[in-house]
Protein backbone atom coordinates (compact mmCIF):
# COMPACT_ATOMS: atom_id res chain seq x y z
CA UNK A 1 0.00 0.00 0.00
CA UNK A 2 0.74 3.70 -0.92
CA UNK A 3 -1.48 5.49 1.25
CA UNK A 4 -3.07 7.05 -1.88
CA UNK A 5 -5.84 6.56 -3.53
CA UNK A 6 -5.78 3.81 -5.66
CA UNK A 7 -4.02 1.56 -2.76
CA UNK A 8 -6.26 2.65 -0.69
CA UNK A 9 -9.75 2.15 -2.82
CA UNK A 10 -8.50 -1.26 -3.77
CA UNK A 11 -7.58 -2.21 0.05
CA UNK A 12 -11.61 -1.14 1.12
CA UNK A 13 -13.36 -3.19 -1.50
CA UNK A 14 -11.04 -5.86 -0.24
CA UNK A 15 -12.06 -5.44 3.19
CA UNK A 16 -15.69 -4.94 2.11
CA UNK A 17 -15.30 -8.61 0.20
CA UNK A 18 -14.39 -9.87 3.84
CA UNK A 19 -10.90 -11.05 2.23
CA UNK A 20 -8.15 -11.70 4.59
CA UNK A 21 -5.88 -9.11 4.43
CA UNK A 22 -2.16 -7.89 5.01
CA UNK A 23 -1.45 -4.95 3.69
CA UNK A 24 3.13 -3.89 2.93
CA UNK A 25 4.43 -1.24 2.58
CA UNK A 26 7.27 -0.31 0.55
CA UNK A 27 10.08 2.50 1.71
CA UNK A 28 11.86 2.78 -1.60
CA UNK A 29 13.65 6.27 -0.98
CA UNK A 30 14.68 8.06 1.99
CA UNK A 31 15.64 11.76 2.03
CA UNK A 32 19.03 10.71 3.61
CA UNK A 33 20.07 9.36 0.58
CA UNK A 34 19.02 13.07 -1.31
CA UNK A 35 22.24 14.47 1.12
CA UNK A 36 25.33 13.20 -1.04
CA UNK A 37 23.32 15.25 -3.76
CA UNK A 38 21.75 18.41 -2.18
CA UNK A 39 23.47 21.75 -3.39
CA UNK A 40 25.79 23.30 -0.65
CA UNK A 41 23.72 25.69 1.69
CA UNK A 42 20.46 23.97 0.65
CA UNK A 43 19.90 23.32 4.75
CA UNK A 44 19.57 19.84 4.67
CA UNK A 45 17.54 16.92 2.62
CA UNK A 46 14.56 17.63 1.08
CA UNK A 47 11.71 15.62 -1.47
CA UNK A 48 10.02 12.58 -1.00
CA UNK A 49 8.93 12.43 2.92
CA UNK A 50 8.50 8.41 3.20
CA UNK A 51 7.60 9.26 7.21
CA UNK A 52 4.09 10.58 5.93
CA UNK A 53 2.85 7.97 3.39
CA UNK A 54 3.53 5.25 5.81
CA UNK A 55 1.64 7.48 8.82
CA UNK A 56 -1.18 7.47 5.81
CA UNK A 57 -1.03 3.62 5.16
CA UNK A 58 -1.03 3.00 8.66
CA UNK A 59 -4.18 5.47 9.54
CA UNK A 60 -6.06 3.76 6.05
CA UNK A 61 -5.49 -0.07 7.78
CA UNK A 62 -6.59 1.34 10.92
CA UNK A 63 -9.57 2.81 9.48
CA UNK A 64 -10.59 -0.53 7.29
CA UNK A 65 -10.39 -3.05 10.26
CA UNK A 66 -7.01 -2.78 11.50
CA UNK A 67 -5.74 -4.60 8.68
CA UNK A 68 -2.00 -5.74 9.87
CA UNK A 69 0.57 -3.93 8.21
CA UNK A 70 4.31 -3.90 8.03
CA UNK A 71 7.23 -1.68 6.34
CA UNK A 72 9.74 -3.39 4.25
CA UNK A 73 12.83 -1.21 3.75
CA UNK A 74 13.76 -1.14 -0.25
CA UNK A 75 15.89 1.98 -0.16
CA UNK A 76 18.85 0.32 -0.74
CA UNK A 77 18.16 -1.98 -3.72
CA UNK A 78 15.98 1.01 -5.54
CA UNK A 79 18.83 3.34 -4.96
CA UNK A 80 21.04 1.00 -6.48
CA UNK A 81 18.68 -1.53 -8.97
CA UNK A 82 16.49 1.64 -10.19
CA UNK A 83 17.84 4.99 -9.33
CA UNK A 84 21.45 4.78 -10.26
CA UNK A 85 20.84 3.17 -13.88
CA UNK A 86 18.33 5.58 -14.34
CA UNK A 87 20.73 8.72 -13.73
CA UNK A 88 23.33 7.21 -16.08
CA UNK A 89 20.42 7.09 -18.63
CA UNK A 90 19.47 10.97 -17.92
CA UNK A 91 23.17 11.19 -18.98
CA UNK A 92 22.71 9.51 -21.88
CA UNK A 93 19.67 11.72 -23.10
CA UNK A 94 17.10 8.74 -23.00
CA UNK A 95 14.27 8.92 -20.84
CA UNK A 96 14.00 5.83 -18.65
CA UNK A 97 10.53 4.42 -16.77
CA UNK A 98 12.11 4.03 -13.19
CA UNK A 99 8.65 2.52 -11.91
CA UNK A 100 8.90 -0.05 -14.79
CA UNK A 101 12.67 -0.93 -13.00
CA UNK A 102 11.24 -1.22 -9.79
CA UNK A 103 8.68 -3.48 -11.14
CA UNK A 104 10.91 -5.86 -12.36
CA UNK A 105 13.81 -5.70 -10.27
CA UNK A 106 12.98 -4.65 -6.85
CA UNK A 107 9.06 -5.82 -5.75
CA UNK A 108 9.55 -9.53 -6.73
CA UNK A 109 12.53 -10.19 -4.41
CA UNK A 110 10.86 -8.94 -1.56
Do not use: K
Not at 74 to 79: A, G, H, I, K, V
Not at 86 to 104: E, F, H, L, M
Amino acid sequence: MSGGVDSSVAAALLAEADVDLHAVYMRNWSTLDEQGSMHAGSGGAMGCEWQREWDDVQRVCRHLGNIPVRLVDLSREYWVDVFEPAIGQWSDGTTPNPDVTCNRYVRPTH
